[in-house]
Nanobody, 125 residues
Framework: QVQLAESGGASAQAGGSLRLSCVVS???????????LGWFRQAPGKERQGVAY???????RYADFVEGRFTISKDSDNNIVSLEMNSLKPEDTAMYYC????????????????WGQGTQVTVSS
């Protein structure tokens, strides 16, 4: 089992910045760290949507709505995946979830995915 623990969610003003972190742990993960790690978000009344992911070989993909404002990164030594969010907009308000799936990023978000509990981001205008 892979455990994910997010932190860093907070309230911010539009135009501000936040940095989310996710600690990845678990015996399975520590034996083989070839996981696709990513961030999803879910706003009230809306479906969960992918934000960004970083693959086992370091390949990165962002959702179109990111528009260059967010940066995902991975600290393999400390098992942390981070999401730096700049130029925040009120529409970025959501619960942000860390996610992990073994090897294949096309499986991120499917039943094979492990999820964190989420961290709340609220952006006011």
């Amino acid at each position: 089992q892979v455990q994910l623990a997010e932190s860093g969610g907070a309230s911010a003003q539009a135009g501000g910045s936040l940095r989310l972190s996710c600690v990845v742990s678990g015996d399975i993960y520590n034996r083989d760290k070839r996981y696709c790690l990513g961030w999803f978000r879910q706003a009230p009344g809306k479906e969960r949507q992918g934000v960004a992911y970083i693959g086992p070989e370091g390949g990165i993909r962002y959702a179109d709505f990111v528009e260059g404002r967010f940066t995902i990164s991975k600290d393999s030594d400390n098992n942390i995946v981070s999401l730096e969010m700049n130029s925040l907009k009120p529409e970025d308000t959501a619960m942000y979830y860390c996610a992990a799936v073994y090897l294949r990023c096309d499986a991120l978000g499917t039943m094979k995915t492990s999820w964190g509990q989420g961290t709340q981001v609220t952006v006011s205008s």
